[in-house]
């Protein structure tokens, strides 16, 4: 989704913030723009397209000490030259880069035009702004932005510059991300954490309603009552390097072959010398615990596929009821939410808009707020009450893929905890779970290093347009996952059902080799997934399929197989879903797709 970058200070503005820019590709965009002050006049460059495009119609003599920039991914009005930030005032003064909807445009937009003679330029909502700051200014461009964002409804991240204050970038935030980088005689802005740290590892986090007026030398944040906020400086400890490809052709596939570490880091920062698991940032006890009699685990895309196996999790560990909701549902169905609820988001970024707006509406009605969450500081993790942080490193492929083994990892530690303060697991199982997600970083290796046989299976099939994943249990659930991934980077139009519902209408679709992804992990529903494979057999179906190491029947009844080595049926989906990444990442790059950045999606998506 958007991404927004600012620079003030002494240099050069442009190439800082192309830089800042490309490491916010990944969020998804369709169009590029810059606006810089030369010789105090404001020079806009934008256009349709990726960053390459831009960097083609920058002027190269192009300098100035201030600048902002932003890659957009369309909403309100086709990806087009006049369509893409940053957007100007009438008289040009002023420039304004957003990301996020502002709700009420309309209203404002047919107000301007009516009572103020304003012309637009663009379909998009984020033009108003540039308009209300200018209706509003007189000489002070916080004061003009204070004054614009009230009339505002909707969810902002806003850059702003002005021809007539050159020294100055003011920056606002509500529901959009938005982070302020410290240098030395430079200030910085951006959504997000890479795009400012080659620059700098001194952060501020900015806060929902909170407002910024920056110098080069100076930042101060305001609250919605005008006062100055203070803010502790965020050192951000990991390395740029974990935001680079180092030698991986895609992103997608080096945060998949870095799926051991992430589980590792996850599992291990968690186990005391005697396997107590020890959840720092999980504030609640057994009493605590005993007052909750429902779970809603809240998510979108990945991150709800994670919360589906999660739920079967903690139900069998902790005993607890737990529903899973997409987070653009939940709140359209009136939960029964109340303080007796703990509500648990999932989010590798922790700033999706749905499953925030989810977790707020929850507070509001009492429960407890658990999240999931990959990015530290994020949205979603300041607003919780209880945190647990999945170390996978930043995944920057719109696909998720190291986040849901990691989510996974993190539930069953969860569930676990859970379990044992409750007292609802037997220490026999506890302690088998506990070895088995001990043992998980080595045999995710495993699964890895057999990646050569699902490259040599997707050159066979990268060209089959119709696909069906199966499974049944905690493989029905894994099913969903693996035929998004497919879908999303290869442009497939792939489905995934339960494979008992096969028969209650999606067989009619099997004909000669529809590519079947046939998921037997799960050895106590093992013969009757036998059974669904020789069902889409006998129909023509070319079947692939994946199952626990020893379990050769399968060979006879399927065109492919998959061993992934001997675990708990619990824990096989972590080793499970790396063969469907794999087939869904050499799919992709077979087709010649953008495997890192797939057409339509942004990685963060923060808009309802
Ligand atoms: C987008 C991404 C998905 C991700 C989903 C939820 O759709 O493309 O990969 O699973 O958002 O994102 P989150 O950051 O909340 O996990």
């Excluded at 699902?454 to 060209?463: E, P, S, V």
């Excluded at 249990?473 to 494979?499: H, M, P, R, T, W």
């Amino acid at each position: 989704m958007c991404g927004i970058v600012g620079y003030i200070g002494t240099q050069n503005a442009v190439p800082y913030l192309i830089e800042g820019l490309s490491k916010l590709e990944y969020r998804g965009y369709d169009s590029a723009g810059i606006a810089i002050n030369i010789d105090n006049q404001l020079k806009i460059f934008k256009t349709k397209g990726r960053l390459k495009n831009l960097e083609e119609i920058l002027d190269p003599n192009a300098k100035s000490v201030i600048g902002i920039g932003h890659t957009r991914w369309a909403t309100h009005g086709a990806p087009s030259n006049l369509n893409a930030h940053p957007h100007l005032n009438q008289s040009e003064t002023i420039a304004v880069i957003h990301n996020g909807i502002i709700e009420n445009y309309m209203e404002i937009k047919e107000w301007l035009i009516k009572d103020k003679k304003v012309t637009f330029k663009s379909e998009t909502d984020s033009e108003v702004i540039a308009h209300l700051v200018d209706y509003f200014y007189e000489g002070d461009l916080l004061d003009a932005v204070y004054k614009a964002v009230d009339r505002m409804i909707g969810a902002y991240a806003i850059g702003v510059i002005s021809k007539d204050e050159p020294n100055r970038l003011v920056a606002v935030r509500k529901d959009s991300p938005l982070i302020v980088g410290l240098g030395e005689n430079e200030n910085f802005i951006a959504s997000d954490i890479p795009a400012l740290l080659k620059y700098t590892r001194n952060m501020l986090l900015i806060e929902n309603d909170e407002f910024v007026d920056l110098t080069k030398d100076k930042v101060t944040i305001y609250n919605s009552l005008r006062q100055p906020v203070e803010r502790e400086v965020f050192k951000v400890t990991w390395d740029i390097d974990s935001a680079e490809k180092e030698g991986f052709e895609h992103f997608t596939l080096k945060e998949i072959f870095e799926q051991p570490k992430g589980v590792k880091e996850t599992v291990l920062r968690r186990l005391n010398n005697k396997d107590e698991i020890v959840l720092e940032g999980v504030n609640f006890d057994a009493e605590i615990l005993k007052n909750i009699n429902k779970i809603y685990i809240v998510a979108c895309g990945t991150a709800y596929h994670a919360g589906l196996i999660g739920r079967r999790a903690i139900e069998q560990f902790a005993k607890i009821p737990v529903e899973c909701d997409v987070a653009s549902e939940f709140r359209y169905r009136d939960p029964f939410v109340d303080d007796k609820t703990l509500f648990i988001a999932v989010s590798q970024s922790g700033e999706t808009l749905d499953t925030l707006q989810s977790l707020r509406e929850a507070k509001r009605k009492g429960a407890r707020i658990l999240s999931i969450v990959n990015v530290v500081g994020s949205s979603v993790a300041r607003e919780s009450d209880d945190l647990l942080y999945t170390w996978a490193g930043p995944e920057i492929g719109v696909a998720s893929t190291k986040a849901y083994t990691t989510q996974l990892t993190a539930f069953y530690l969860l569930a676990l905890y859970m379990g044992k303060l409750k007292g609802s697991i037997e220490e026999a199982l506890y302690k088998a779970v506990i070895n088995g997600l001990k043992t998980m970083p080595d045999l995710i290796q495993e699964v890895l290093d057999k990646g050569h046989e699902i490259q040599k299976l997707a050159a066979g099939q990268f060209n089959n347009e119709k696909v069906f994943f199966m499974g049944r249990g905690v493989d029905c659930d894994l099913a969903y996952e693996g035929s998004l991934k497919l879908k999303e980077i290869s442009y497939i139009n792939s489905f995934a059902i339960a494979a008992g519902e096969l028969k209650h209408g999606t067989i009619a679709l099997i004909e000669d080799e529809t590519f079947v992804v046939a998921l037997a992990t799960q050895e106590k529903l093992y013969d009757k997934m036998l059974s669904n494979i020789k069902e889409v057999k006998a129909r023509g179906a070319h079947v692939f399929a994946i199952a626990q190491a020893g379990n050769d029947q399968i060979l006879k009844t399927s065109d492919e197989v998959f061993f992934i080595p001997r675990t708990m049926d619990e824990l096989a989906p972590i080793l499970a879903v790396v063969p469907t990444q794999l087939l869904a990442y050499y799919v992709s790059a077979l087709r010649g797709n953008d495997v890192d950045k797939p057409r339509n999606l942004a990685k963060s998506v923060t808009v309802e």
